[in-house]
């Protein structure tokens, strides 16, 4: 759960407990919980998206020159983008 102020803190470790993520902003919509979190340790941003009626989710980075707010309004076609080019970049390979 995060804290009030919107930093979510994860259990574990100390290593973890040093690792503060922060929340950014969030929308919940047809049982689907999506976050747009920073760390500011590795000063990266993304997105989280969970739902809750499965229990499944993903994570989407939110790349350099990309837009933040973007990313979090399209999970799914940013999600979707990054496989398609991640399965390019196999088949080039083999």
Known sequence: MPAP?????????????????????HRRNDGLDVRLLWDPSSDTVRVSLQ??????????????????????????AYAE??????RRTHLRAA
């Open 51 to 76: 739902d809750s009626r499965s229990g499944a989710g993903f994570q989407v980075p939110v790349l350099p020159g990309q837009r933040a707010m973007d990313v979090f309004h399209h999970p799914f």
């Open 81 to 86: 983008v990054r496989e398609a080019a991640s």
């Open 5 to 25: 102020w919107g930093e979510v803190s994860p259990g574990g470790t100390l290593s973890d407990a040093m690792t503060q993520l922060r929340e950014l902003a």
